[in-house]
Protein backbone atom coordinates (compact mmCIF):
# COMPACT_ATOMS: atom_id res chain seq x y z
CA UNK A 1 0.00 0.00 0.00
CA UNK A 2 2.78 2.62 0.57
CA UNK A 3 4.22 2.04 -2.71
CA UNK A 4 0.66 2.87 -4.17
CA UNK A 5 0.43 6.56 -1.95
CA UNK A 6 3.84 7.82 -2.89
CA UNK A 7 3.27 6.74 -6.70
CA UNK A 8 0.05 8.27 -6.84
CA UNK A 9 1.75 11.85 -5.18
CA UNK A 10 4.11 11.72 -7.38
CA UNK A 11 2.55 11.42 -10.32
CA UNK A 12 0.22 14.51 -9.40
CA UNK A 13 3.16 17.08 -8.89
CA UNK A 14 3.86 15.95 -12.36
CA UNK A 15 0.46 16.01 -13.66
CA UNK A 16 0.07 19.97 -12.03
CA UNK A 17 3.46 20.66 -13.84
CA UNK A 18 2.56 19.41 -17.50
CA UNK A 19 -0.82 20.60 -17.45
CA UNK A 20 -1.72 16.85 -18.24
CA UNK A 21 -4.49 14.93 -16.75
CA UNK A 22 -3.13 11.43 -15.94
CA UNK A 23 -4.76 8.47 -14.77
CA UNK A 24 -4.66 7.54 -11.06
CA UNK A 25 -4.75 4.21 -8.83
CA UNK A 26 -7.77 2.42 -7.47
CA UNK A 27 -10.44 5.41 -6.61
CA UNK A 28 -10.41 5.76 -2.73
CA UNK A 29 -7.03 5.32 -1.46
CA UNK A 30 -5.14 8.24 -1.69
CA UNK A 31 -2.72 9.51 0.83
CA UNK A 32 0.10 11.69 1.46
CA UNK A 33 3.77 11.09 0.21
CA UNK A 34 5.09 10.76 3.74
CA UNK A 35 3.24 7.79 4.73
CA UNK A 36 6.28 5.78 3.16
CA UNK A 37 9.77 6.70 4.21
CA UNK A 38 12.25 6.89 1.41
CA UNK A 39 14.45 3.93 1.28
CA UNK A 40 18.06 4.74 2.85
CA UNK A 41 20.63 5.98 0.61
CA UNK A 42 18.09 7.88 -1.90
CA UNK A 43 16.94 11.13 -1.94
CA UNK A 44 13.15 12.12 -2.60
CA UNK A 45 13.68 13.53 -6.20
CA UNK A 46 15.24 10.12 -7.18
CA UNK A 47 12.06 7.92 -6.13
CA UNK A 48 9.98 9.83 -7.67
CA UNK A 49 12.11 9.36 -11.00
CA UNK A 50 11.89 5.87 -10.30
CA UNK A 51 8.35 5.82 -9.60
CA UNK A 52 7.59 7.52 -12.82
CA UNK A 53 9.78 5.41 -15.27
CA UNK A 54 8.46 1.91 -13.28
CA UNK A 55 4.85 3.36 -14.46
CA UNK A 56 6.38 3.46 -18.02
CA UNK A 57 7.85 -0.44 -18.22
CA UNK A 58 6.32 -2.13 -15.64
CA UNK A 59 2.90 -3.43 -15.72
CA UNK A 60 1.08 -4.00 -11.99
CA UNK A 61 -1.67 -6.80 -12.62
CA UNK A 62 -3.80 -5.55 -9.47
CA UNK A 63 -4.73 -2.53 -10.87
CA UNK A 64 -5.19 -4.09 -14.86
CA UNK A 65 -9.32 -4.38 -14.14
CA UNK A 66 -9.09 -0.93 -12.80
CA UNK A 67 -7.75 0.51 -15.38
CA UNK A 68 -10.02 -0.98 -18.01
CA UNK A 69 -12.91 0.12 -16.16
CA UNK A 70 -11.54 3.41 -16.76
CA UNK A 71 -10.61 3.52 -20.10
CA UNK A 72 -14.07 1.58 -20.64
CA UNK A 73 -15.85 4.95 -19.21
CA UNK A 74 -13.99 7.68 -20.70
CA UNK A 75 -14.21 6.07 -23.96
CA UNK A 76 -17.24 4.56 -24.44
CA UNK A 77 -18.58 6.39 -27.40
CA UNK A 78 -15.43 5.39 -29.54
CA UNK A 79 -15.41 2.20 -31.32
CA UNK A 80 -13.81 -1.01 -30.37
CA UNK A 81 -10.70 -0.10 -32.66
CA UNK A 82 -10.15 3.16 -30.80
CA UNK A 83 -10.64 2.16 -27.25
CA UNK A 84 -7.85 -0.27 -28.36
CA UNK A 85 -5.39 2.53 -29.39
CA UNK A 86 -6.65 4.87 -26.11
CA UNK A 87 -5.32 1.98 -24.26
CA UNK A 88 -1.70 2.06 -25.74
CA UNK A 89 -1.64 5.62 -26.13
CA UNK A 90 -2.30 6.70 -22.41
CA UNK A 91 0.29 6.60 -19.84
CA UNK A 92 0.04 3.30 -17.80
CA UNK A 93 0.28 3.98 -14.78
CA UNK A 94 0.93 2.08 -11.24
CA UNK A 95 2.52 -1.34 -12.76
CA UNK A 96 4.76 -3.64 -11.54
CA UNK A 97 5.60 -7.28 -12.53
CA UNK A 98 2.86 -9.27 -14.87
CA UNK A 99 1.48 -12.69 -12.57
CA UNK A 100 2.66 -16.20 -14.00
CA UNK A 101 -1.30 -16.26 -15.14
CA UNK A 102 -0.54 -13.07 -16.88
CA UNK A 103 3.00 -13.94 -18.20
CA UNK A 104 1.20 -17.31 -19.76
CA UNK A 105 -2.13 -15.54 -21.13
CA UNK A 106 0.54 -12.66 -23.17
CA UNK A 107 2.53 -15.44 -24.52
CA UNK A 108 -0.50 -17.72 -25.68
CA UNK A 109 -1.89 -14.57 -27.55
CA UNK A 110 1.30 -13.71 -28.87
CA UNK A 111 2.04 -16.62 -30.46
CA UNK A 112 -1.53 -17.32 -32.10
CA UNK A 113 -0.85 -13.58 -33.30
CA UNK A 114 2.46 -14.39 -35.00
CA UNK A 115 0.68 -17.69 -36.24
CA UNK A 116 -1.97 -16.10 -38.04
CA UNK A 117 0.12 -13.80 -39.56
CA UNK A 118 2.66 -16.31 -40.36
CA UNK A 119 -0.37 -18.03 -42.52
CA UNK A 120 -1.73 -14.54 -43.98
CA UNK A 121 1.37 -14.04 -45.07
CA UNK A 122 1.90 -17.38 -47.30
CA UNK A 123 -1.93 -17.45 -48.91
CA UNK A 124 -1.54 -13.53 -49.79
CA UNK A 125 2.27 -13.85 -51.00
CA UNK A 126 2.94 -11.23 -48.16
CA UNK A 127 0.75 -8.85 -49.63
CA UNK A 128 1.39 -9.32 -53.62
CA UNK A 129 -1.44 -10.99 -54.83
CA UNK A 130 -4.39 -8.15 -54.07
CA UNK A 131 -6.49 -11.18 -54.67
CA UNK A 132 -5.28 -13.99 -52.31
CA UNK A 133 -5.05 -10.82 -49.86
CA UNK A 134 -8.36 -10.17 -50.03
CA UNK A 135 -8.96 -13.97 -49.28
CA UNK A 136 -6.58 -13.96 -46.37
CA UNK A 137 -8.25 -10.83 -44.37
CA UNK A 138 -9.90 -13.18 -41.91
CA UNK A 139 -6.31 -14.65 -41.00
CA UNK A 140 -5.01 -11.01 -41.00
CA UNK A 141 -7.95 -9.64 -38.48
CA UNK A 142 -7.51 -12.84 -36.44
CA UNK A 143 -4.06 -11.99 -35.88
CA UNK A 144 -4.54 -8.15 -35.33
CA UNK A 145 -7.10 -9.76 -32.08
CA UNK A 146 -4.80 -11.79 -30.82
CA UNK A 147 -1.56 -8.98 -30.73
CA UNK A 148 -3.68 -6.13 -29.62
CA UNK A 149 -5.20 -8.83 -26.54
CA UNK A 150 -1.05 -9.03 -26.23
CA UNK A 151 0.02 -5.66 -26.10
CA UNK A 152 -3.18 -4.94 -23.77
CA UNK A 153 -1.50 -7.64 -20.97
CA UNK A 154 2.13 -5.69 -22.08
CA UNK A 155 2.09 -3.01 -23.61
CA UNK A 156 6.56 -2.65 -24.12
CA UNK A 157 7.07 -6.23 -25.64
CA UNK A 158 9.00 -4.96 -28.52
CA UNK A 159 8.30 -8.02 -30.51
CA UNK A 160 4.31 -7.60 -30.14
CA UNK A 161 5.02 -4.15 -31.24
CA UNK A 162 6.93 -5.38 -34.42
CA UNK A 163 4.33 -7.71 -35.21
CA UNK A 164 1.58 -5.53 -34.76
CA UNK A 165 3.52 -2.43 -37.25
CA UNK A 166 3.19 -5.60 -39.46
CA UNK A 167 -0.43 -6.52 -39.32
CA UNK A 168 -1.69 -2.43 -39.67
CA UNK A 169 0.70 -2.39 -42.53
CA UNK A 170 -0.99 -5.02 -44.08
CA UNK A 171 -4.29 -3.58 -43.22
CA UNK A 172 -2.69 -0.77 -44.85
CA UNK A 173 -1.91 -2.39 -48.06
CA UNK A 174 -5.57 -3.84 -48.14
CA UNK A 175 -7.02 -0.49 -47.38
CA UNK A 176 -5.03 1.42 -49.43
CA UNK A 177 -5.05 -0.93 -52.94
CA UNK A 178 -9.02 -0.84 -52.34
CA UNK A 179 -8.85 3.25 -52.31
CA UNK A 180 -9.85 3.49 -48.43
CA UNK A 181 -6.95 5.75 -47.66
CA UNK A 182 -9.10 7.50 -45.46
CA UNK A 183 -8.93 4.11 -43.30
CA UNK A 184 -4.98 3.67 -43.60
CA UNK A 185 -4.58 7.10 -42.47
CA UNK A 186 -6.35 6.63 -39.17
CA UNK A 187 -4.47 3.42 -38.77
CA UNK A 188 -0.87 5.11 -39.18
CA UNK A 189 -1.68 7.95 -37.41
CA UNK A 190 -1.83 6.01 -34.40
CA UNK A 191 0.65 3.63 -35.60
CA UNK A 192 3.44 6.34 -35.70
CA UNK A 193 2.34 7.68 -32.48
CA UNK A 194 3.22 4.37 -31.16
CA UNK A 195 6.35 3.97 -33.01
CA UNK A 196 8.25 7.11 -33.74
CA UNK A 197 11.33 5.37 -35.17
CA UNK A 198 10.04 3.44 -38.39
CA UNK A 199 10.59 5.59 -41.27
CA UNK A 200 8.25 3.42 -43.50
CA UNK A 201 5.69 4.26 -41.21
CA UNK A 202 6.01 7.85 -41.94
CA UNK A 203 6.34 6.66 -45.52
CA UNK A 204 2.84 5.24 -45.75
CA UNK A 205 1.05 7.56 -44.19
CA UNK A 206 2.54 9.93 -46.73
CA UNK A 207 1.58 7.74 -49.78
CA UNK A 208 -1.75 7.99 -48.26
CA UNK A 209 -2.00 11.53 -47.83
CA UNK A 210 -0.79 12.10 -51.44
CA UNK A 211 -3.13 9.87 -52.56
CA UNK A 212 -5.69 12.16 -51.59
CA UNK A 213 -4.05 15.20 -52.97
CA UNK A 214 -3.46 16.44 -49.67
CA UNK A 215 -0.22 17.71 -50.31
CA UNK A 216 0.77 19.49 -46.96
CA UNK A 217 0.63 16.33 -45.08
CA UNK A 218 1.36 14.43 -48.00
CA UNK A 219 5.22 16.17 -47.74
CA UNK A 220 5.34 16.45 -44.02
CA UNK A 221 5.42 13.03 -43.67
CA UNK A 222 7.93 12.39 -45.99
CA UNK A 223 10.41 14.80 -44.71
CA UNK A 224 9.88 13.39 -41.41
CA UNK A 225 10.63 9.92 -42.86
CA UNK A 226 13.56 10.99 -44.17
CA UNK A 227 14.64 13.01 -41.05
CA UNK A 228 13.88 9.58 -39.31
CA UNK A 229 15.96 7.58 -41.53
CA UNK A 230 18.81 9.54 -41.58
CA UNK A 231 18.98 10.08 -37.84
CA UNK A 232 18.84 6.33 -37.25
CA UNK A 233 21.35 5.33 -39.39
CA UNK A 234 23.57 4.29 -36.58
CA UNK A 235 22.13 1.39 -36.46
CA UNK A 236 22.42 0.69 -40.01
CA UNK A 237 23.35 2.94 -43.41
CA UNK A 238 20.99 4.61 -44.67
CA UNK A 239 19.71 3.12 -48.13
CA UNK A 240 20.07 4.80 -50.95
CA UNK A 241 17.66 4.25 -52.67
CA UNK A 242 15.35 5.19 -50.14
CA UNK A 243 17.06 8.44 -50.13
CA UNK A 244 16.51 8.74 -53.91
CA UNK A 245 12.62 8.23 -52.85
CA UNK A 246 12.05 10.54 -50.52
CA UNK A 247 13.64 13.21 -52.69
CA UNK A 248 11.94 12.12 -55.47
CA UNK A 249 8.67 12.13 -53.95
CA UNK A 250 8.79 15.76 -52.70
CA UNK A 251 9.84 16.52 -56.41
CA UNK A 252 6.69 15.15 -57.67
CA UNK A 253 4.70 16.87 -54.64
CA UNK A 254 6.60 20.59 -55.13
CA UNK A 255 5.51 19.77 -59.24
CA UNK A 256 2.09 19.32 -58.23
CA UNK A 257 1.64 22.16 -56.28
CA UNK A 258 3.58 24.26 -59.34
CA UNK A 259 6.82 25.42 -57.39
CA UNK A 260 9.01 24.70 -60.11
CA UNK A 261 12.30 26.05 -58.65
CA UNK A 262 12.09 23.61 -55.58
CA UNK A 263 10.84 20.60 -57.83
CA UNK A 264 14.10 20.99 -59.88
CA UNK A 265 15.75 21.26 -56.44
CA UNK A 266 14.48 18.14 -55.69
CA UNK A 267 14.61 16.25 -58.67
CA UNK A 268 18.37 16.96 -58.41
CA UNK A 269 19.00 16.02 -54.98
CA UNK A 270 17.27 12.44 -55.97
CA UNK A 271 19.63 12.56 -59.09
CA UNK A 272 22.24 12.30 -56.36
CA UNK A 273 21.04 8.89 -55.29
CA UNK A 274 19.55 7.83 -58.36
CA UNK A 275 21.77 3.74 -58.87
CA UNK A 276 19.32 1.73 -61.53
CA UNK A 277 19.02 2.52 -64.97
CA UNK A 278 15.11 3.26 -64.26
CA UNK A 279 15.45 5.63 -61.30
CA UNK A 280 17.83 7.96 -63.76
CA UNK A 281 15.29 7.45 -66.93
CA UNK A 282 12.63 8.69 -64.18
CA UNK A 283 14.22 11.44 -63.22
CA UNK A 284 14.77 12.70 -66.66
CA UNK A 285 11.78 12.06 -67.63
CA UNK A 286 10.27 14.01 -64.83
CA UNK A 287 13.03 17.29 -65.47
CA UNK A 288 12.00 16.67 -69.16
CA UNK A 289 7.99 17.27 -68.51
CA UNK A 290 8.80 20.36 -66.23
CA UNK A 291 10.88 21.97 -68.99
CA UNK A 292 8.15 21.37 -71.84
CA UNK A 293 6.86 25.05 -71.62
CA UNK A 294 10.20 26.52 -69.58
CA UNK A 295 8.69 25.16 -66.71
CA UNK A 296 5.12 26.28 -67.32
CA UNK A 297 3.68 23.23 -65.02
CA UNK A 298 -0.22 24.12 -65.32
CA UNK A 299 0.12 24.07 -69.27
CA UNK A 300 2.25 20.40 -68.89
CA UNK A 301 -0.28 19.15 -67.38
CA UNK A 302 -2.79 20.82 -69.33
CA UNK A 303 -0.69 18.98 -72.18
CA UNK A 304 -1.37 15.36 -70.27
CA UNK A 305 -5.15 16.11 -71.24
CA UNK A 306 -4.56 15.78 -74.92
CA UNK A 307 -2.62 13.06 -74.48
CA UNK A 308 -5.49 11.08 -72.56
CA UNK A 309 -8.07 12.13 -74.77
CA UNK A 310 -5.99 10.92 -77.83
CA UNK A 311 -5.17 8.43 -76.12
CA UNK A 312 -8.97 7.47 -75.55
CA UNK A 313 -9.73 7.99 -79.48
CA UNK A 314 -11.68 10.82 -77.91
CA UNK A 315 -10.63 13.45 -81.39
CA UNK A 316 -13.02 16.22 -80.84
CA UNK A 317 -12.08 17.05 -77.54
CA UNK A 318 -8.08 16.31 -77.92
CA UNK A 319 -9.10 19.33 -80.05
CA UNK A 320 -10.97 21.67 -78.09
CA UNK A 321 -7.83 20.67 -75.36
CA UNK A 322 -5.56 21.81 -78.06
CA UNK A 323 -6.69 25.03 -78.77
CA UNK A 324 -7.05 25.45 -75.14
CA UNK A 325 -3.35 24.84 -74.71
CA UNK A 326 -2.51 27.21 -76.67
CA UNK A 327 -3.49 30.08 -74.75
CA UNK A 328 -2.14 29.11 -72.10
CA UNK A 329 1.81 28.20 -73.67
CA UNK A 330 4.86 30.89 -73.26
CA UNK A 331 7.51 28.56 -75.58
CA UNK A 332 7.77 27.90 -79.20
CA UNK A 333 8.99 24.64 -78.38
CA UNK A 334 5.54 23.71 -77.03
CA UNK A 335 3.46 25.94 -79.31
CA UNK A 336 5.04 24.23 -82.70
CA UNK A 337 3.83 20.45 -80.84
CA UNK A 338 0.90 21.28 -79.80
CA UNK A 339 0.04 23.09 -83.32
CA UNK A 340 1.11 19.99 -84.50
CA UNK A 341 -0.96 17.33 -82.63
CA UNK A 342 -4.28 19.74 -83.21
CA UNK A 343 -2.89 19.93 -87.38
CA UNK A 344 -2.82 15.59 -87.40
CA UNK A 345 -6.45 15.19 -85.34
CA UNK A 346 -7.81 17.77 -87.50
CA UNK A 347 -6.38 15.68 -91.17
CA UNK A 348 -6.78 12.36 -89.71
CA UNK A 349 -10.33 12.13 -87.92
CA UNK A 350 -11.93 15.76 -87.95
CA UNK A 351 -12.26 16.05 -91.94
CA UNK A 352 -10.03 19.63 -91.63
CA UNK A 353 -7.70 18.63 -93.92
CA UNK A 354 -7.20 22.29 -95.71
CA UNK A 355 -7.08 23.93 -92.06
CA UNK A 356 -4.82 21.47 -91.19
CA UNK A 357 -2.20 21.35 -93.90
CA UNK A 358 -2.13 24.98 -93.62
CA UNK A 359 -1.60 25.16 -90.07
CA UNK A 360 1.36 22.40 -90.74
CA UNK A 361 2.40 25.39 -93.24
CA UNK A 362 3.17 27.77 -90.98
CA UNK A 363 4.98 25.25 -88.64
CA UNK A 364 7.56 24.09 -91.45
CA UNK A 365 8.14 27.73 -92.09
CA UNK A 366 9.17 28.40 -88.07
CA UNK A 367 11.75 25.67 -88.39
CA UNK A 368 15.45 26.49 -89.35
CA UNK A 369 16.78 24.06 -92.38
CA UNK A 370 19.52 23.17 -93.43
CA UNK A 371 20.72 23.05 -96.96
CA UNK A 372 19.65 19.49 -97.61
CA UNK A 373 16.34 20.21 -96.85
CA UNK A 374 16.55 18.74 -92.96
CA UNK A 375 15.72 20.08 -90.35
CA UNK A 376 18.53 21.67 -87.89
CA UNK A 377 17.37 20.96 -84.96
CA UNK A 378 16.33 17.05 -85.62
CA UNK A 379 13.75 16.75 -83.17
CA UNK A 380 11.62 18.92 -85.43
CA UNK A 381 11.81 16.19 -87.88
CA UNK A 382 8.44 14.66 -86.76
CA UNK A 383 6.75 17.79 -88.16
CA UNK A 384 8.33 17.60 -91.85
CA UNK A 385 7.29 13.79 -91.40
CA UNK A 386 3.44 15.12 -90.85
CA UNK A 387 3.77 17.98 -93.01
CA UNK A 388 4.62 15.58 -96.35
CA UNK A 389 2.21 12.90 -95.48
CA UNK A 390 -0.50 15.62 -95.83
CA UNK A 391 1.10 17.26 -98.95
CA UNK A 392 1.46 13.92 -100.73
CA UNK A 393 -2.24 12.60 -99.96
CA UNK A 394 -3.57 15.55 -100.96
CA UNK A 395 -1.30 15.83 -104.31
CA UNK A 396 -2.95 12.21 -105.14
CA UNK A 397 -6.40 13.13 -103.77
CA UNK A 398 -6.27 16.08 -106.04
CA UNK A 399 -5.20 14.05 -109.11
CA UNK A 400 -7.41 11.39 -108.69
CA UNK A 401 -9.89 14.45 -109.01
CA UNK A 402 -8.63 15.36 -112.05
CA UNK A 403 -7.21 18.12 -111.03
CA UNK A 404 -3.63 17.87 -111.93
CA UNK A 405 -2.28 21.48 -111.37
CA UNK A 406 -3.32 21.03 -107.98
CA UNK A 407 -1.68 17.75 -107.65
CA UNK A 408 1.22 18.95 -109.11
CA UNK A 409 1.48 21.82 -106.74
CA UNK A 410 1.26 19.45 -103.90
CA UNK A 411 3.55 17.09 -104.70
CA UNK A 412 6.50 19.56 -105.98
CA UNK A 413 6.27 21.21 -102.63
CA UNK A 414 5.97 17.70 -100.69
CA UNK A 415 9.60 17.07 -102.25
CA UNK A 416 11.10 20.37 -101.49
CA UNK A 417 12.53 18.90 -98.11
CA UNK A 418 13.22 15.55 -96.37
CA UNK A 419 10.73 13.59 -95.10
CA UNK A 420 10.57 9.89 -94.01
CA UNK A 421 8.26 9.00 -97.32
CA UNK A 422 9.74 11.86 -99.88
CA UNK A 423 10.35 8.50 -102.30
CA UNK A 424 6.49 8.45 -102.86
CA UNK A 425 6.34 12.14 -103.67
CA UNK A 426 9.48 11.94 -105.96
CA UNK A 427 8.04 8.68 -107.74
CA UNK A 428 4.18 10.59 -108.00
CA UNK A 429 6.34 13.70 -109.19
CA UNK A 430 8.18 11.51 -112.03
CA UNK A 431 4.80 10.43 -113.39
CA UNK A 432 3.44 13.99 -113.30
CA UNK A 433 6.17 15.52 -115.19
CA UNK A 434 6.45 12.80 -117.68
CA UNK A 435 6.25 15.49 -120.85
CA UNK A 436 9.39 16.64 -119.88
CA UNK A 437 12.00 13.65 -119.98
CA UNK A 438 14.70 15.67 -118.08
CA UNK A 439 12.55 16.49 -115.23
CA UNK A 440 10.96 13.28 -114.31
CA UNK A 441 14.57 11.36 -114.67
CA UNK A 442 15.71 14.43 -112.16
CA UNK A 443 12.74 13.44 -109.81
CA UNK A 444 13.12 9.12 -110.82
CA UNK A 445 16.99 9.41 -109.46
CA UNK A 446 16.12 10.92 -106.01
CA UNK A 447 13.71 8.59 -105.20
CA UNK A 448 15.84 5.75 -105.89
CA UNK A 449 18.40 7.78 -103.87
CA UNK A 450 16.08 8.32 -101.08
CA UNK A 451 14.40 4.91 -101.24
CA UNK A 452 12.16 5.41 -98.22
CA UNK A 453 8.61 4.48 -97.98
CA UNK A 454 9.53 2.32 -101.29
CA UNK A 455 8.88 -1.89 -101.82
CA UNK A 456 11.91 -3.73 -103.72
CA UNK A 457 9.41 -4.42 -106.41
CA UNK A 458 8.54 -0.33 -106.79
CA UNK A 459 12.01 0.11 -107.01
CA UNK A 460 12.49 -1.93 -109.82
CA UNK A 461 9.44 -0.51 -111.65
CA UNK A 462 11.12 2.77 -110.64
CA UNK A 463 14.20 1.63 -112.62
CA UNK A 464 11.99 1.11 -115.86
CA UNK A 465 10.96 4.61 -115.55
CA UNK A 466 13.93 5.95 -115.48
CA UNK A 467 15.17 4.04 -118.21
CA UNK A 468 12.29 4.79 -120.69
CA UNK A 469 12.82 8.71 -119.80
CA UNK A 470 16.41 8.58 -120.22
CA UNK A 471 15.45 6.85 -123.88
CA UNK A 472 13.14 9.51 -124.54
CA UNK A 473 15.46 12.25 -123.77
CA UNK A 474 18.20 10.82 -125.57
CA UNK A 475 20.14 9.42 -123.08
CA UNK A 476 20.49 5.76 -124.69
CA UNK A 477 23.87 5.22 -122.61
CA UNK A 478 21.53 5.43 -118.82
CA UNK A 479 18.47 4.26 -120.66
CA UNK A 480 20.53 1.20 -120.66
CA UNK A 481 22.21 0.78 -117.37
CA UNK A 482 18.53 1.55 -115.80
CA UNK A 483 17.14 -1.06 -117.65
CA UNK A 484 19.77 -3.58 -117.27
CA UNK A 485 19.54 -2.64 -113.54
CA UNK A 486 15.46 -3.36 -113.93
CA UNK A 487 16.32 -6.53 -115.85
CA UNK A 488 17.96 -8.14 -112.79
CA UNK A 489 15.52 -7.43 -110.36
CA UNK A 490 12.47 -7.72 -112.42
CA UNK A 491 14.07 -11.70 -113.34
CA UNK A 492 14.75 -12.09 -109.49
CA UNK A 493 10.91 -11.42 -109.18
CA UNK A 494 10.05 -13.74 -111.82
CA UNK A 495 12.33 -16.48 -110.42
CA UNK A 496 10.36 -16.06 -106.83
CA UNK A 497 6.93 -16.09 -108.59
CA UNK A 498 7.78 -19.60 -110.33
CA UNK A 499 8.72 -20.72 -107.39
CA UNK A 500 6.31 -19.90 -105.67
CA UNK A 501 3.84 -21.49 -107.87
CA UNK A 502 5.79 -24.59 -108.55
CA UNK A 503 5.78 -25.05 -104.02
CA UNK A 504 1.79 -24.34 -104.64
CA UNK A 505 0.98 -26.84 -106.89
Not at 246 to 264: H, N, P, S, W
Not at 401 to 430: H, I, P, V
Amino acid sequence: MMVRYVRFFALLILGLAFGLTVGCASSGNTVAEDDMPVPPGLDSTTVVRAVQMADSNFVASQNEQTAAQHSQEGKEKLDQFDQFWAVLEKENKNRGAMSAAEKASFQREFNLGAASLSEWKKLSKNGADEKAGREALSLCLESQAHLEEALRLNPFDKNTRVLIAVVYYNLQHIFGKSKNYEKAIQILERLTRLEKGEHNLYRLLGENYLALRQYDPAMANFRKAQEVMLKTSFVTQPDTSMLYYYAYVQGDIYARTYDTEKALLAFKEAERFARAAQEKTDIKNYIRWINWDGGNLRAAEAWDMVLALEASKDYPRTAMACSRVLSLLKTENASLEVMHKLSVVEFEFLGKKEQAVERMRLVFESIPMQAGGTPIDSSRQAFLDSYGAMLFRLGIEAKDRGQKKLGLAYQTKATSFRWNQDARACREMMTLVWNTPETAIIYGKRALAHRTGLSEREMCELSSLISRACKSAGRFDDARIYFEQWKRCNGKFSVNAATAKKVKE
